[in-house]
């Protein structure tokens, strides 16, 4: 199992490439999460992506997670605020308290990130990095970043806060590598830059992409995975690749995330078999032909 760095304010944190989304675990009975976690941990997958709005109530899915009862060294535990019923609150008493909630609900006494889950147009960059620092000071969090923040939104805040940015990328979603591919074209709706730049500047930073929705076709909200009827080259590039690295098809659009580089897949199945099949993208290095492929047979211009 691969790893990548988290750059927090002191030391660094590294996690597996492939991430553990728990948006959906309050679908699952008891038993059934336990079953989720043990999945996740035999295929090597100890880092469990969370938000105080997942479940439906808050911190729902934080609390049904801690009662599973995780041995706490052995998983990183990320989580993001932020969102509230109808606005967004990045302020520095929501942060806090927030934080001290998820605390609470997830059973340990600090998180490995804390992410600002979406930008906030009232919000206050010296207060957000207050609510930072004073969290870091308190042991309560050990890294920090953003999620679906572009570049200028990103860099708002000083580096050090900065150790992440959850954005959505999939084969089905190219938009982040897109606008480098078909820079100053008039002739796709991919040529536009649609977050300032974000992979050059992430790169820059080193910040680390976390691409949620990897299966996601979000015009029909549904997976593209065996869609023949809309994505049929797609998955006929998919099955043949598969086939010749050895690997299950689930692996393969989770490779061609990792192959750009400074990247971090974020599952949202609960099925621990196809966790399995995911985990086995994290040593998995496609191709650069492969690669291209991939994004050609998914119906995206290449110039």
């Known amino acids: 199992m691969r790893n990548v760095v988290l750059h927090g304010p002191g030391e660094a944190i590294e996690v597996p490439n492939i991430a553990v989304g728990c948006m959906r675990i309050n679908e699952l009975d008891d038993a059934g999460r336990r079953a989720f976690v043990d999945s996740a941990l035999e295929s090597g997958l100890t880092f469990f992506d969370h938000a105080d709005i997942y479940g439906g109530a808050r911190h729902l899915c934080e609390e049904l997670f801690g009662a599973v009862g995780v041995e706490r060294e052995a998983v990183q535990l990320q989580t993001k605020t932020g969102i509230r019923p109808g606005f967004y609150d990045s302020s520095y008493e929501h942060i806090v308290r927030s934080v001290e909630e998820s605390l609470v609900a997830l059973r340990t006494d600090y998180v490995d990130v804390l992410l600002i889950h979406r930008p906030d147009v009232l919000a206050d960059a010296d207060e957000i990095e207050r609510a930072f620092e004073d969290l870091y000071a308190g042991g309560k969090v050990r890294a920090f970043g953003v999620s679906n923040h572009n570049a200028r939104q990103m860099r708002s805040l000083a580096s050090k806060w900065v150790a992440a940015n959850q954005v959505q990328f999939s084969l089905a979603h190219p938009a982040l590598v897109a606008a480098h591919l078909t820079v100053n074209m008039l002739s796709t709706e991919l040529s536009p830059s649609r977050d300032a730049g974000l992979l050059g500047a992430a790169r820059e930073d080193g910040v680390v992409l976390q691409a949620y929705s990897p299966y996601m076709d979000t015009k029909r909200w549904r997976t593209f995975m065996g869609d023949q009827e809309n994505w049929g080259k797609l998955n006929e590039v998919i099955e043949r690749l598969a086939g010749e690295y050895g690997v299950a098809p689930e692996a393969i659009p ?42 050609r047979a998914a119906g995206h211009v290449l110039p």
């Open 254 to 295: 989770a490779a061609w995330i990792l192959r750009v580089g400074g990247t971090q897949v974020v599952t949202g199945t609960t099925k621990g078999e196809r966790l399995a099949r995911i985990a086995a993208a994290s040593d998995l290095e496609l191709s650069r032909e492969h690669f291209y492929e991939l994004y």
